[in-house]
T-cell receptor
Framework: QKEVEQNSGPLSVPEGAIASLNCTYS??????FFWYRQYSGKSPELIMSIYSNGDKEDGRFTAQLNKASQYVSLLIRDSQPSDSATYLC?????????????FGKGTKLSVKP | KAGVTQTPRYLIKTRGQQVTLSCSPI?????VSWYQQTPGQGLQFLFE???????NKGNFPGRFSGRQFSNSRSEMNVSTLELGDSALYLC??????????????FGPGTRLTVL
């Protein structure tokens, strides 16, 4: 059973701080990793994708991938109250001729003003 | 470019009934995937359609089925509804290439409540 693990939180950080969200995955051959943000009552919204080891930056967001440790993380710099949401880590799993996403249960982030 | 649309947004059904949900992908996207989201199990993959064919299937009972039309729109059907089928059903569209970089974009979801 391929699994994606996340700390469910809640993770509480003050406004302006760095929020660090972590994710581990079980399938060593996984190649594609995604972070989605989901506000309460809404659908997941793609924030970042990462495919190679190292860091990938997009605005206030940085995704980090370490395939040897089977570890993905998302850093949110200068956290804002509007960043308060559940963050879902997803790993692309290839079954058949097309992949499907395996999701972690999500980490709930709360940014306090 | 319009996003993924799903109808209806909310549904209330009773046990034993069946339900059909609809999803229209982003223009140009040929793959549609369906997911079920519940508080206990999180987001779980149901199935994926590409060019009117089911290419991939998750671990759900046969009561859950789907299809895709020539215009890439997809429908999902759940027969003999059970209380445990109450969930948010999400549709995601992608280009449908087999590349590892093919990204899925989610629709707003259909909230199904089974009484």
């Amino acid at each position: 059973q391929k699994e994606v693990e996340q700390n469910s939180g809640p993770l509480s950080v003050p406004e302006g701080a760095i929020a660090s969200l972590n994710c581990t995955y079980s399938d060593r051959v996984s190649q594609s990793f995604f972070w989605y943000r989901q506000y309460s009552g809404k659908s997941p919204e793609l924030i970042m994708s990462i495919y190679s080891n190292g860091d990938k930056e997009d605005g206030r967001f940085t995704a980090q991938l370490n395939k040897a440790s089977q570890y993905v993380s998302l850093l949110i710099r200068d956290s804002q109250p509007s960043d308060s949401a559940t963050y879902l880590c997803a790993v692309l799993n290839y079954g058949g001729s097309q992949g499907n996403l395996i999701f972690g249960k999500g980490t709930k982030l709360s940014v306090k003003p | 470019k319009a996003g993924v649309t799903q109808t209806p947004r909310y549904l209330i059904k009773t046990r034993g009934q069946q339900v059909t949900l609809s999803c229209s992908p982003i223009s140009g996207h040929r793959s549609v995937s369906w997911y079920q989201q519940t508080p206990g199990q999180g987001l779980q993959f149901l199935f994926e359609y590409f060019s009117e064919t089911q290419r991939n299937k998750g671990n759900f009972p046969g009561r859950f089925s789907g299809r895709q039309f020539s215009n890439s729109r997809s429908e999902m059907n759940v027969s003999t509804l059970e209380l445990g089928d109450s969930a948010l059903y999400l549709c995601a569209s992608s280009l449908g290439t087999s590349a590892s970089t093919d990204t899925q974009y989610f629709g707003p979801g259909t909230r199904l409540t089974v009484l």
